[in-house]
């Protein structure tokens, strides 16, 4: 049997302002990349969402990003490789600490927003944040964009590189996610998204926005928690996987 990980974003609300149900979505996802406190999350939502992951026997990724919780972690922040190294490695300080208080441990990186995009060709960029989780110690994978610099970079490291794939984001036909500054780069129709993530799984393809086919691997896939249906987009991309003969486990 043919498996894949699903992974979405949780633990992002602040205060009083909820994003997204991670309760429901821990329903049909298997990893769950949870804020650091940089872009999103305050330490109690993060604090919770630890305990609620370690309840469903989900596995704990570490979603940093650029320290930007006006711009939730969606701007360009043009810093210096030892201050964004400085920065990631203490999102993931913070987060292992709340996550082993919870019964668990981190169990992968996967870089937020802005900065995921950006070390996908941005090479010092990338290689700061390799040497944060080198730095972080132990062997934690990275979830990157298949074919970027941050994932040769990785492999290079030593790391596990974890190319991943977007159910709910349209695709360029070289491969690159749509700029959310553009109309239609996030995908609503859950039957459109499951059909194109059941291809991913089987086939190694995905339909890019101009209709070309995209071949590409990934071991991962991830669902938006503050996409608009996530909840019953998640499930609808699980329920098809399923019915193709596609286990759901985590890569970590």
């Given amino acids: ?3 894949i ?14 994003m997204g149900d991670d309760a429901a979505i821990f329903r049909s996802v298997s990893s769950a990349n949870v804020a650091c406190g940089f872009h999103a999350g305050d330490p109690s939502t993060i604090a919770g969402t630890c305990r609620e992951a370690v309840a469903a026997g989900i596995s704990i990724g570490a979603h940093v990003g650029y320290r930007d919780l006006a711009g939730f972690g969606r701007r360009f922040l043009d810093c210096s490789p030892t201050e964004l190294a400085d920065d990631v490695l203490y999102q993931l300080g913070a987060l292992e600490a709340i996550a082993r208080a919870a019964g668990g441990r981190i169990r992968y990186v996967k870089p937020h927003g802005a900065l995921y995009n950006t070390i996908v060709t941005h090479e010092v960029q ?3 944040v390799v040497d944060a989780v080198m730095a972080f110690g132990g062997d934690l ?16 490291a030593g790391l596990r590189g974890v190319a991943e794939a977007f159910a709910d984001r349209a695709y360029n036909p070289d491969g690159t996610l749509v700029s959310r500054r553009e109309r239609g780069a996030v995908l609503h129709d859950e039957d459109v ?7 991913l ?8 926005r101009d209709g070309s086919t995209i071949r590409t691997s990934a071991e991962s896939i991830c669902l938006h928690g503050d996409t608009d249906g996530a909840v019953s987009m998640a499930a609808a991309v699980r329920r098809e996987l399923e019915a193709a003969g596609v286990g759901i486990r985590s890569f970590a």
């Fill in 1 to 3: 049997m043919a498996f």
């Fill in 5 to 18: 990980d699903l992974n979405s974003d949780v633990g992002e609300s602040f205060g009083n302002w909820t």
């Fill in 126 to 128: 990338a290689k700061a």
């Fill in 141 to 156: 994978p990275l979830l990157l964009l298949p074919g970027s610099v941050a994932l040769a970079a990785a492999e290079s």
């Fill in 193 to 199: 998204v499951a059909a194109n993530m059941v291809r």
């Fill in 201 to 208: 799984a089987t086939e190694g393809t995905i339909i890019a």
